[in-house]
């Protein structure tokens, strides 16, 4: 059993950043693909991006592109969100999730462990 651990969501103004962390219990965490999904209230989970087991394959929903970074340190066991300029709309509850086959994907059926979320709230 995989336990993913999120932090650094918060408040923040539209236009700011933040950079969200997501620790894995495993010594296994080198091999999954990692995902951020977001919730917002009265919404579905959404896909934000994902990256391969080593790091060299990305993807991102579109409304993440060119503002929001995956990355990851697998010495660490941790997978990281590089959120910039932050709009109203990003406010949501984000979670880190981890996929056994090691590839990014966007959909949530391929991840078989989830963080708790943690909250991020932009205010305009």
């Known amino acids: 059993q995989v336990q993913l651990v999120e932090s650094g969501g918060g408040l923040v103004q539209a236009g700011g950043s933040l950079r969200l962390s997501c620790t894995a219990s495993?010594?296994?965490?080198?091999?999954?693909?990692m995902g951020w999904f977001r919730q917002a209230p009265g919404k579905e989970r959404e896909f934000v991006a994902s990256?391969?087991?080593?790091?060299?394959?990305?993807i991102y929903a579109d409304s993440a592109k060119d503002r929001f970074t995956i990355s990851r340190d697998n010495a660490k066991n941790t997978v990281y969100l590089q959120m910039n300029s932050l709009k109203p709309e990003d406010t949501a509850v984000y979670y880190c999730a981890a996929n056994r086959g090691g590839a990014p994907t966007g959909r949530a059926q391929s991840y078989d462990y989830w963080g708790q979320g943690t909250q991020v709230t932009v205010s305009s």
């Open positions: 990256l391969s087991w080593a790091g060299g394959n990305t």
């Open positions: 495993a010594r296994t965490f080198r091999t999954y693909g």
